[in-house]
């Protein structure tokens, strides 16, 4: 059985820094392409971050400069470090892991606000 656990969001300032992380289980993360995505209220899921096994990264433009991505093999785990917060980077943020099949955690929220 595949899990995808998130942890590390919660309420942060704007221009603060949270590192977003995911475990895996039931899949080798090496095998896989790793992203992170998000969906605030009333918008559709939009990619943030991924990362291929090959190491080659992408961001969106939104985020480039200020997040990055990095997978822990040994571990098998996905990190998002995530600096100079805006209110617009509120949403609740999903690890996924994509081969021929996609696998979804259950999410953890990110609030910015003073």
């Avoid at 590390?8 to 995911?22: A, D, E, I, W």
């Avoid at 009333?42 to 200020?66: D, F, H, I, M, P």
């Amino acid at each position: 059985q595949v899990q995808l656990v998130e942890s590390g969001g919660g309420l942060v300032q704007p221009g603060g820094s949270l590192t977003l992380s995911c475990a895996a289980s039931g899949i080798i993360i090496s095998e896989y392409l790793m992203g992170w995505y998000r969906q605030a209220p009333g918008k559709q899921r939009e990619l943030v971050a991924r990362t291929a096994s090959t190491g080659s990264t992408y961001y969106a433009a939104s985020v480039k400069g200020r997040f990055t991505i990095s997978r822990d093999n040994a571990k098998n785990t996905v990190s998002l470090q995530m600096n100079s917060l805006k209110p617009e980077d509120t949403a609740v943020y999903y690890c996924n892991a994509a081969r021929t099949v996609s696998h979804w955690g259950q999410g953890t929220q990110v609030t910015v606000s003073s």
